[in-house]
């Protein structure tokens, strides 16, 4: 049987809210992915970083504040990507040593290109950093940094989330996973550019980790994209008398359910619209949704929510 090839968008249950939990999570979501390794799939990991690059935003803020000057926000999702991979490429190659396997891990900071003329850019919607109280939330605001409620847990600061067109590592990514590397890259989005003059130029942005996941399994004829989150399944009528697990969806029932207003924005949303589109990306695909724990019963057709097209 030829090889599979997995991409895998971790969750933020996977990584923590800080250093401390961050060494804990990875430590477990290492095996998860050791047993995936071991089950013969050629893997490519994501993952998010919104907590991860508030903190360090703020620690740059901070320092501006001292007269350091400022650091834009790219900067910073380059930091996370930089911290969170190292710990992710470490727990990987320790879970590695521990079974006897030989095989590489590496870790690819990527870039990813956006529309400067997107309309994200006007309407900021991605929640990065830490919660706040609401009267936290009003200062912000009154500083002129915007800010949203995130879906009642609390206040977050929120930044544009435009679209991902191109990830600029590809081909470094593509080298390396052809040479047996697990690949941890894209981490937190990419860090967004744009292309000016040739060059490319950072923007303050914050990919969303799903969308770009979709476009790098597409990219890389990946044969499944696997989203990892906190739920075992999709569902419709969430947290309602009538909710209902979901085992399979076609890109069709997704697109009817999300036009419905099934899915929340910031949650479930980003992850089902990412799920369509590589499902959608060329035959055969398919997009899976589940527990970072239930990932390798996921994918031997168990449990979780598949969507084909």
């Known amino acids: 049987m030829e090889q599979q090839t997995v991409v895998i968008a971790l969750g933020g249950n ?16 290492a095996k998860v992915i050791v047993d995936l390794a071991a089950d013969g799939y050629a893997l ?4 998010g970083n919104g907590p991860q690059v508030g903190m360090i935003q703020d620690a740059m803020d901070a320092a501006a504040a001292n007269g350091d000057g400022q650091v834009p926000l790219p900067y910073s999702v380059a930091m996370s990507q930089g911290y969170i991979g190292i710990d992710l490429q470490n727990a990987i190659k320790d879970e590695l040593l521990h079974r006897g396997m030989d095989k590489k891990v590496s870790t690819i900071l990527s870039q990813v290109e956006v529309d400067p003329n997107d309309p994200a850019f006007a309407h900021p919607s991605k929640p990065i950093g830490k919660f706040m109280t609401e009267a936290q939330a009003k200062a912000k605001a009154a500083q002129g940094i915007d800010v949203v409620e995130d879906a009642g847990r ?17 081909l470094t990514i593509k080298t390396l996973l052809a040479a047996g590397h697990i690949v941890i890259t ?11 003059d040739r060059r490319l130029e950072g923007v303050n942005a914050v990919i969303d980790k799903d969308g770009v996941s979709a476009l790098l399994a597409e990219k890389l004829d990946a044969d499944e994209l696997v989203i990892l989150t906190a739920v075992e399944k999709v569902a419709v009528h969430f947290g309602k008398p009538d909710q209902k697990w979901l085992d399979t969806l076609s890109t069709a029932e997704a697109k009817a359910y999300m036009a419905a207003g099934e899915f929340a924005p910031g949650s479930m949303l980003p992850k089902v619209e990412a799920a369509v589109r590589f499902a959608e990306s060329g035959p055969g695909r398919k997009s899976l949704i589940t527990l970072l724990d239930k990932a390798e019963d996921g994918l031997a057709g168990r449990t979780g929510t598949v969507i084909t097209d």
């Open 14 to 29: 996977a990584l923590g809210n800080n250093v401390a939990e961050q060494k804990a999570a990875v430590a477990g979501t």
């Open 44 to 47: 490519v990991i994501t993952h």
């Open 154 to 170: 609390g206040w977050r600061e929120v930044v544009a989330s435009p679209k991902p067109k191109r990830i600029r590592e590809l």
């Open 186 to 196: 894209c981490g937190g989005g990419g860090i967004p550019v744009i292309c000016k």
